[in-house]
C-alpha cells in the first residue's frame, strides 16, 4: 500500500487549504481513510476519518466545523478540504489507511501511512 500526500503550502490565518491523498491500494474501497498531523514537538494526532463508503465521517473536536474529509473510490483518493485555517493548525498533515470498517482514530491502528505534507499558517 503507498500513499501520496500533496496540496501543503503556506496559508494566512482564516486561509483555506485542501489536501489530497492517492492511495495505491487494490481494495481501497474495503479501507478506512484518515488524516493525522503532528506538529513540531508534538505527538501525532488524529484530524480526521472517514469509513470505506463515505457514510461516516469522524473528526477532532478541534478541527469539527472547520475540516471536511471525503473520498472518490473510483480515484482512490481522500481530501482534507481545511477553512477557517489557524496557526495551531501548522503541521505536517499524513493520510493514513486502515483495512476494515470499525472506525478508530488510534495512531497504532492504521498500518499504511503517506510521507506528510506541511501545512503551514501564518498570523
Known amino acids: 500500500v503507498q500513499l501520496q500526500a500533496s496540496g501543503g503550502g503556506l496559508v494566512q490565518a482564516g486561509g483555506s487549504l485542501r489536501l489530497s491523498c492517492a492511495a495505491s491500494?487494490?481494495?481501497?474501497?474495503?479501507?478506512?481513510m484518515a488524516w493525522f498531523r503532528q506538529a513540531p514537538g508534538k505527538e501525532r494526532e488524529f484530524v480526521a476519518g472517514?469509513?470505506?463508503?463515505?457514510?461516516?465521517?469522524y473528526y477532532a473536536s478541534s478541527v469539527k466545523g472547520r475540516f471536511t474529509i471525503s473520498r472518490d473510490n473510483a480515484k482512490n483518493t481522500v481530501n482534507l478540504q481545511m477553512n477557517s485555517l489557524k496557526t495551531e493548525d501548522t503541521a505536517v498533515y499524513y493520510c493514513?489507511?486502515?483495512?476494515?470498517?470499525?472506525?478508530?482514530?488510534?495512531?497504532?491502528?492504521?498500518?499504511?501511512w503517506g510521507q506528510g505534507t506541511q501545512v503551514t499558517v501564518s498570523s
Open positions: 493514513a489507511a486502515r483495512q476494515g470498517s470499525i472506525q478508530t482514530s488510534r495512531r497504532a491502528d492504521f498500518g499504511s
Open positions: 491500494i487494490l481494495t481501497y474501497d474495503s479501507y478506512i
Open positions: 472517514i469509513t470505506w463508503n463515505g457514510r461516516s465521517r
